[in-house]
């Protein structure tokens, strides 16, 4: 399939309705009016709606999809949940729910229904119930007698036909999962342990399921008055620091699509929680990012997360008639568009003419990806707006700026008002990887500086009794006093109760 030079003016022009599209009605606003502080913040579909912020196991905050770049002729999805997990948030840290079911699903013929449904569903396993901890020493692999508590997953992949479940078949039997980041006192190579994660299946597809950094990039204070009011609140990563729960699939390119003519996939997650009655309902759905977050009204939200595609006619209003142009014209005075956005339709609903919109479609809300583009090997962060027509909006990739692509659209770019708006951050804290699964490795929870006096190659607890002070802390005489009187105190107490034990097999901490 030959695709469009979005760079020619008339593929600006073009373009410029996408990347618009993406963005009044759920992108661009986002980087007006996507930003927060840590803990309170919504990113892309990060606490979007009202239940399902109170829920974050079951909230899906991210979705992509990509050409892999090292198997072109294999697909990559990925999506996340469980938002701002703060790394050291122990002792219980972040397992996927086990009452949950987490779909990726495909439509490939453009009808807004899903074609194929890939299910993980997850099981979570104790070795020891009678204490607190989630390892009871170093771990160095995830069969490690340490490692307390253990998830693994099953993986179904489900047919369907115009909705209607066709067959079932389960591709990965307890598959592990990879652990959360405890500290590097706990794992002292994660590194390991996401590689040991890695399942492959029969057909040479990949899965994964486990933390990971938030690939997400993006100043959040955007609903702070949109950036202060000033744009003065832009330039720091909100989510940097922040890990989440990832699944990732890799899959042939054959195996996805509707043929080798009819390559444009469209892709969304769904997370379906058990009620009392032990059925699953929806309560989470994803697929551009920052649609949810930004384009439907709070009366809506929720409904949106328990809708499918077929049914986005309910809320077209939203599309045609956006909040967040007024709201950029209260605020900047910059003139919103007139309305019926009737442009925004077209592409946000159905995907770019020529690039990624599928025969036939019938409009609805999905991440669409082209699956015979080839990856580049120098991808630009602004993806089709700047000429890179393996990126956003094209599927979406980890290194794709999605708030500053839809930010410059917005203020005029593709219309001859030239600029390079964005929020000051373009790319991710943490590189991404080379090699499935991508993402970054997570944050571990032992990321403070340690204790004055120490050293790292210097285990704390011969230290006990000799005046530690916290890092940080200055060396006056009370800090002294009180650091000396609780090492002691706690060097007695494990004496007395058989303390002897913290000496064996690797050094063990309990």
Known sequence: MTTPNFRSAAGRRSIATLVCGALAAGGLTA???????????????????????????????????????????????????????????????????????????????????????????????????????????????????????????????????????????????????????VGKASMPNYAKLRDQAIYKLSNGAKTFAGQAD?????????????????????????????????????????????????????????????????????????????????????????????????????????????????LIEAIYKIKAPAEPRNDLVDVFLKGVKGLNQPPYVTPSEQLRLNTSIKPTASPKRLGVLDGDNAGFPNGRRLTDDVIDAALQVVEGELVGAKNDLGDAVDKNDKNFEKYFPYVALPTEGSRGPVAKGVDSGNDVRSQLGNALQPGGTSGTDNNTLIAASAGAGAAG???????????RRRGRAY
């Open 31 to 181: 980087a007006s009016v996507a930003l927060l502080e840590p803990g309170v913040a919504a990113a892309s579909s990060h606490r979007e709606a009202p239940l399902i912020s109170g829920t974050p196991q079951y909230d899906n905050t991210d979705v992509y999809a990509f050409v892999s770049p090292d198997h072109p002729d294999t697909t990559t999805l990925i999506a996340n949940w469980i938002p701002f997990e703060e790394p050291a948030g122990g002792p219980n840290f972040f397992p996927f729910a086990e009452d949950a079911q987490y779909d990726l699903n495909i439509d490939n013929d453009g009808d807004a229904k899903q074609d194929l449904t890939f299910r993980y569903t997850f099981k979570t396993h104790v070795k020891n119930k009678k204490t607190f901890l989630y390892n009871t020493g170093a771990v160095e692999s995830l069969d490690d007698k340490d490692l307390n508590v253990t998830q693994t997953y099953d993986l179904e992949l489900i047919k369907l036909k115009k909705g209607k479940v066709q067959q079932t078949t389960k591709i990965a039997n307890d598959a592990p999962v990879a652990p959360s980041n």
């Open 214 to 326: 938030d690939p997400f990039f993006l100043d959040l204070r955007v609903f702070d008055l949109l950036y202060g009011g000033n744009l003065s609140e832009v330039g720091n990563d909100t989510l940097k620091g922040y890990n989440v729960n990832t699944i990732a699939l890799q899959v042939p390119n054959d195996m996805i699509r509707e043929a080798a003519h009819q390559p444009i996939v469209g892709i969304w997650s769904t997370t379906q929680r058990e009620n009392a009655r032990g059925k699953y309902e929806q309560v989470s759905r994803l697929g551009n990012p920052l649609v949810n977050e930004v384009v439907n009204p709070i009366k809506d939200k929720d409904k949106f997360n328990a809708s499918v595609p077929k049914d986005d006619g309910q809320f077209l209003k939203n599309v045609t008639n956006p909040e967040l142009p007024k």
């Open 493 to 503: 107490v494990l004496l007395i109760g058989g303390g002897l034990m913290w000496f």
